[in-house]
Every structure is written in structure tokens, then in C-alpha cells.
């Protein structure tokens, strides 16, 4: 039986490739890249957030940040508003396109707010089965997020300072006092160093050009015993006929795979994620992989990813917890 994936000599997928060039026309790439998915629910936000941090308290790391930077919220900026109503002070959120939209926060935060009034259990598999990392519970996590701390963390008028600060438009789309929205970033200085206990990702790191740059410049923002927790996704996005047929394209194909868009993948396999992390100086405490079988061999790949191992080839998503050394 012949396999099919794409590969550039005998069978190139040319859907991606003419959506690819479809981006340099205006009206199409404006209707093609309406919304990243996600956190466009309330509920999707409020399960990822928790999830974070039911795994964070089961690594040993801090389950009070009061500092959270998130990178790449995508539709709202709901997961670090799940944060604050959890009790962080201070929520960052760094983004290359400005996708998140005031009337939306302000809709999702208050369903927010609800669910965490009612300590409503985490949305789980049934209801979100592509959402990773998954955990051996969905219980409300009432272990950390006690009475106490909720009781202090959603008084009324913390909530309406929180309201407050979504609204508050002067710079960028709404920096308050407790909320710094940076869409586009560029720069690490944006965030002062070693001000930041916990930075964390969901489904963003796959797709950032310069990924060794961007874990530096995490480094650069945690203080020193403060983490980072990402999840990631390595598959093809459909780019590809095969979930890792992405790595069999070279990077001219790969160039008009992309085309204008902001952002598509970088395509770096799971270990050398893992690399850089070692190298910016983080220890990581948790490397959770999720296999999936490959029906590409190693032979297949484009020669600049003769270096992905069969280990790689076989991980199609990671969600890894680091500490700042
Ligand atoms: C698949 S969406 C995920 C959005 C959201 N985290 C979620 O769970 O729904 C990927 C996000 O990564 C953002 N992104 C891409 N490159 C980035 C970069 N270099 N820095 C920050 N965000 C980036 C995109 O703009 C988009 O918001």
C-alpha cells in the first residue's frame, strides 16, 4: 500500500502551498486568519489555567505566583485572568498579533469569575479532548485553591479592580495596574528582569520564529527559582497529509507554505526544545511527551532535519515544567 505524505520529488501537497500564496491576497488572508481557536471559551481558559497549575503544585513549584507572564494568549486574554482570579497581582501577556479584543476579556472574565465562584470542576477530556497536558483528576483543586485564598482572591471589590484594569486602554489595548497586554512584542526589556515567578504557554512555542531568543528572554524575565510550564504541539497544523509530514518540506517549500503569515511554525522537534531550555539555564522537572506513530521514516526527511532522532519523529506534543537555576 502506498503511504501517502507529502514529499517534495513525488507527492507535494499543494493545498497548503496555494493557501500559502493565498495570504498575499488581502481579502482572502483577512477571512483565513480570523481567531487562533481556544481561548475564545471561558471554559477552555479556566481547564488550561488549572491544569497548569494542579501540575506545578505536583512538581514542587509555586502554586502562589503573584506575577504570571503569559506568551501567546490568542483570542482573549482569558488563562492569565483565570491567574488573577486565582490571586496572582500581576499578569503580563506578550502576543506577535494583537488578536484579543476588550469587549471579549470582558466577557470572558466574568463567566470567569463564576466558575471560580462555584469551584466548578475542570473541564476535562469529555469536554476538551485536544487540550493536553491531561491530568489524573478534574476535581476542583480545592488543595490549593483553599477557601481562604479564594475567599481573599475574589472579593468584590478585587474583582472590580480587575474589571478596572481591562478596561483601562491607555496603553496598548489595556494596561492597568495589573494588566499589560504587549501585541506585538519584540523585545525582551519589555518586562523587567527577574520580576516574574511563573511564565507559561499553551500551544504557542511551536509557532515562534525565534525560539532560542524567546526561552532567553523568559529566563530573563523570571526571578531565580521562578518556572515556566508550556504546552506544545509539534504537529503539522495541517500543513501536511501526515501529522509529521511538516518535517519532510524544505525551507523554500516551507517559505511558501507560510507565505505572509504572521506566524506558522518553526518546526523544531521536541528535543531540541529541550536543548535550549538546558542552554538558557533552566532545569527542567517535568517532560511529559505525547507519542504518536509515524508512518514517515527518517529517510523521508528534508536534509535540514537530518538530525531529528526517531524519539522525535514519534513526539507529537510535550508539556515541560523548567525552573530558573
Ligand atoms: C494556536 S494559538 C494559541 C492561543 C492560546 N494560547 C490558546 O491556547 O488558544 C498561537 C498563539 O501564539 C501567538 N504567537 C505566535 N508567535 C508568537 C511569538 N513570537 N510571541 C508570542 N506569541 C506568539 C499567536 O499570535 C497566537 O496567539
Known amino acids: 500500500m502506498k503511504v501517502l505524505f507529502p514529499r517534495e520529488a ?11 500564496l493565498g495570504t498575499y491576497i488581502p481579502g482572502l488572508h483577512k477571512i ?3 481567531g487562533t481557536g481556544g481561548t475564545i471559551s471561558a471554559r477552555y481558559c479556566y481547564s488550561v489555567w488549572l491544569r497548569h497549575l494542579v501540575l506545578a503544585q505536583k512538581h514542587g513549584l509555586s502554586i502562589q505566583p503573584e506575577v ?3 506568551l ?3 483570542d482573549s486574554l482569558g488563562i492569565g485572568l483565570a491567574a488573577l482570579l486565582s490571586g496572582a497581582d500581576r499578569y503580563y501577556a506578550l502576543d506577535i498579533v ?3 479584543l476588550a469587549d471579549k476579556n470582558m466577557e470572558i472574565f466574568d463567566e470567569l469569575a463564576e466558575l471560580f465562584k462555584r469551584r466548578e470542576m475542570i473541564p476535562g477530556e469529555d469536554e476538551f479532548p485536544r487540550i493536553k497536558p491531561y491530568l489524573d483528576s478534574y476535581e476542583f483543586p480545592d488543595h490549593i485553591l483553599t477557601e481562604e485564598r479564594l475567599e481573599g482572591a475574589l472579593r468584590p471589590s478585587r474583582i472590580e479592580a480587575i474589571r478596572k484594569a481591562l478596561l483601562d486602554r491607555k496603553n496598548r489595548c489595556c494596561c492597568g495596574t495589573q494588566i499589560a497586554y504587549f501585541a506585538p512584542w519584540y523585545a525582551a526589556d519589555i518586562i523587567k528582569e527577574g520580576s516574574v515567578d511563573m511564565v507559561y504557554s499553551q500551544a504557542v512555542l511551536e509557532h515562534v520564529d525565534d525560539l532560542l ?3 532567553k528572554a523568559l529566563y530573563s524575565w523570571l526571578r ?4 515556566m510550564s508550556h504546552q506544545i504541539d509539534f504537529k503539522d497544523h495541517g500543513t501536511a497529509g501526515e501529522w509529521n509530514g511538516h518535517w519532510t518540506y524544505s525551507d523554500a517549500i516551507w517559505r511558501l507554505i507560510r507565505g505572509k503569515r504572521p506566524y506558522l511554525l518553526n518546526r523544531h522537534p521536541h528535543s531540541r526544545h529541550i536543548r535550549f531550555i538546558k542552554e538558557c539555564g533552566f532545569d527542567i522537572v517535568y517532560d511529559s511527551k505525547v507519542k504518536s506513530d509515524s508512518r514517515i521514516s527518517i529517510g523521508d526527511l528534508s536534509s535540514r532535519f537530518s538530525d531529528i532522532s526517531k524519539e ?9 515544567q523548567a525552573v530558573k537555576r
Not at 224 to 227: P, R
Not at 312 to 320: K, N, V
Open 98 to 100: 494583537k488578536h484579543a
Open 68 to 70: 504570571v507572564a503569559e
Open 224 to 227: 531565580d527559582g521562578g518556572f
Open 10 to 20: 513525488d507527492n507535494l501537497y499543494l493545498l497548503p502551498i496555494l493557501k500559502g
Open 213 to 215: 531568543g524567546t526561552y
Open 72 to 74: 501567546g494568549p490568542g
Open 32 to 34: 483565513a486568519s480570523k
Open 312 to 320: 522525535d519523529l514519534t513526539t507529537s506534543g510535550a508539556f515541560i
